[in-house]
T-cell receptor, first 116, second 117 residues
Framework: DGGITQSPKYLFRKEGQNVTLSCEQNLNHDAMYWYRQDPGQGLRLIYYSQIVNDFQKGDIAEGYSVSREKKESFPLTVTSAQKNPTAFYLC???????????????FGSGTRLTVV | AQTVTQSQPEMSVQEAETVTLSCTYDTSESDYYLFWYKQPPSRQMILVIRQEAYKQQNATENRFSVNFQKAAKSFSLKISDSQLGDAAMYFCAYLIPLGGATNKLIFGTGTLLAVQP
């Protein structure tokens, strides 16, 4: 079955460390996204990518970095510059050019990151 | 600025009863898409229902229906015959294009729905 796989499910980071969250999709979707979810704030867009080797900052990109070397993969690195990284992170994808954009996103099951 | 407002942080409904979750949004666009997503305790985001702004007819999906009032910029979700499995956080979302192949979902802050047996 097609879908999005995020790993790990839980991740613990020490102060000053960089950590990378994995996101893989087998839906053949062109666009991929990273959202951050905090209690009482809904979901906020961190980064998005339309195609391989291209990505753009979202609303809260500071302290994060991404890469898109393959269509299927869109990993997110939480750097030491992110001052409050404890949150739930969701990866998503959507169909690209030439297809209806009306269907919204397919989401992964998320990664819970905690700073220890 | 495009915003989505869910004014009910928490709601409760008796099993088999009907509940309505409220959502308002702000936009200057004439053509757009609206969604309701469900997030159960597993944290998986599940699409419940969607509405195209150019369609006057309200969307329905089994026990889920919306009341879309375009002029009022209102998009409420009605859940009929509520079931225990409906207990979850519900997010209203508005889709805007970012250019090219991408678009952006703007989310409300969510409504936590409890279903009482």
């Amino acid at each position: 079955d097609g879908g999005i796989t995020q790993s790990p499910k839980y991740l613990f980071r020490k102060e000053g460390q960089n950590v990378t969250l994995s996101c893989e999709q087998n839906l053949n979707h062109d666009a991929m996204y990273w959202y951050r979810q905090d209690p009482g704030q809904g979901l906020r867009l961190i980064y998005y990518s339309q195609i391989v080797n291209d990505f753009q900052k979202g609303d809260i990109a500071e302290g994060y970095s991404v890469s898109r070397e393959k269509k299927e993969s869109f990993p997110l690195t939480v750097t030491s510059a992110q001052k409050n990284p404890t949150a739930f992170y969701l990866c998503a994808s959507s169909e690209g050019t030439g297809t209806p954009i009306s269907y919204g996103y397919t989401f992964g099951s998320g990664t819970r990151l905690t700073v220890v | 600025a495009q915003t989505v407002t869910q004014s009910q942080p928490e709601m409760s409904v008796q099993e088999a009863e009907t509940v309505t979750l409220s959502c308002t949004y702000d936009t200057s666009e004439s053509d757009y898409y609206l969604f309701w997503y469900k997030q159960p305790p597993s944290r998986q985001m599940i699409l419940v229902i969607r509405q195209e702004a150019y369609k006057q007819q309200n969307a329905t999906e089994n026990r889920f229906s919306v009341n879309f009032q375009k002029a009022a910029k209102s998009f409420s979700l009605k859940i009929s015959d509520s079931q225990l499995g409906d207990a979850a956080m519900y997010f209203c979302a508005y889709l805007i294009p970012l250019g090219g192949a991408t678009n952006k979902l703007i989310f409300g802050t969510g409504t936590l729905l409890a279903v009482q047996p």
